[in-house]
């Protein structure tokens, strides 16, 4: 699972069908205090996530399980929106 910000959107006119209505985001993984760090990933939103959020991030076959997307081909699923991140250094 990553902590991630979402950073853009993607508009594809032509996808898969078992995608159609549905929402693609950029998003960019950071760590627990906000830096950026990796590389950008395009997500399928299934919480209903806007430009700005920070939000958690599941990949590979855990994408798939995510609600509404079996047998989706996905790799990355936008799965909470996250609305505080607290450290106990």
């Known amino acids: 699972m990553l902590l991630a910000r979402i950073v853009g959107t993607v508009v ?12 693609l985001l950029v998003v960019r993984p950071m760590d627990p205090r906000g830096k950026a760090e990796g ?6 939103d299934t919480v209903d996530a806007g430009v700005g959020e920070t939000v ?9 399980m995510a609600s509404g997307l079996k047998d989706c081909p996905v790799d990355a699923a936008i799965i909470g ?3 505080t991140v607290d450290l106990n250094e």
């Open 56 to 64: 958690l991030v599941v990949s590979g076959s855990s994408a798939r």
């Open 39 to 44: 590389n950008y990933l395009v997500a399928i």
């Open 12 to 23: 594809a006119t032509r996808k898969d069908p078992r995608l159609v209505s549905s929402k």
């Open 81 to 83: 929106i996250v609305d």
